[in-house]
């Protein structure tokens, strides 16, 4: 406990960098995709049509630090997949993995912190590759990563010793959450809890020196559709995946009445291929 507090200490510290202004630019770092029945991945979804879902890391250079929110699939995900149970595989099946340390190490970039919008085996694949790496997550979320189980977590994911730092949010409400945790100090790259799909999932506004504001929202909803809807996902994933429905359909209802409310801001649901190839994916950069 005393080191938890230790953590935490250290870790707001760093959110009070001085003189700290936006200057920040983002990239998806694409590792893999996935080709799915539209049905499958949100309520009322076709079952003629197929929708392709990504899996994708952001990276993200502000001038203090550079990030990495989510990870992708990694290098060892095959051996991962392993423990998934046979019944599962057909439908969380992946195809090529190109893994973020391999794209990011082929051009020099050195990440100094990761984020994880939650533990599942989808978004934590890739953390193995980068075992020297504080990663920054929600106490509920770090506790969900180590008593969770196939097919939401992979134990094998997690038996390195990952260097975890919990923290917890500062009730300084931020777009509608009555909580949020700014990292730099300076209001472009805030988090927020979006305790649903798993109990330490966290929501990730990044904000550019325009103006333009972009919502990282994990798997709240795989697709933009569950919030324009809003819809929850199909009832066999949401069974699979979504750890408290009832919270989960309340941030469903929560990004919906947002997205009304700010036109402007880009919702990027974590594996929604059609909003993310507007976005462009690395070397590409949002600036
Ligand atoms: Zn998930």
């Known amino acids: 406990m005393r080191l938890l507090s230790l953590a935490l200490v250290t870790l707001l510290s760093l959110t009070s960098l001085p003189g700290a202004a936006a200057g920040l630019r983002f990239s998806l770092v694409k590792t893999a995709e996935t080709e799915t029945l539209d049905a499958f991945t949100v309520e009322g979804g076709k079952w003629t049509e197929k929708v392709t879902l990504n899996h994708v890391a952001v990276l993200i250079e502000h001038h203090a630090a550079t990030l990495l929110f989510d990870t992708g699939l990694g290098r060892q995900i095959d051996s991962q997949f392993a423990e998934m149970p046979l019944w599962d595989k057909p439908l969380l099946q ?163 009445q947002l997205m009304a409310k700010e036109p402007n801001l880009t919702v990027v649901p974590a594996h929604d291929a059609k909003v993310q190839q507007k976005l462009g994916f690395y070397p590409h950069w949002i600036e």
Request: proline letters at 9%.
């Open 94 to 256: 992946y195809g090529p993995v190109v893994p973020a340390r391999d794209q990011l190490d082929k051009d020099g970039i050195r990440i100094d912190r990761i984020l994880l919008s939650h533990a599942h085996w989808d978004h934590a694949s890739g953390l193995a590759d980068f075992p020297e790496v504080p990663v920054w997550a929600p106490y509920e979320e770090i506790e969900f990563s180590q008593i969770s189980t196939p097919p939401a977590v992979l134990p094998s994911q997690f038996k390195h010793p990952v260097k975890w730092l919990p923290f917890t949010f500062q009730s300084a409400a931020f777009m509608g959450f009555p909580a949020s945790l700014d990292m730099f100090g300076d209001g472009s790259v805030v988090l927020v809890p979006l305790t649903g799909h798993t109990p330490g999932s966290v929501g990730l506004f990044l904000t550019l020196e325009d103006g333009r504001r972009f919502f990282f929202t994990g798997d709240t909803s795989w697709r933009l559709e569950g919030f324009t809807g809003p819809h929850e996902k199909f009832w066999i994933s949401r069974n699979m995946v979504d750890n408290d429905r009832k919270a989960t359909r309340k941030v469903l209802e929560q990004v919906h």
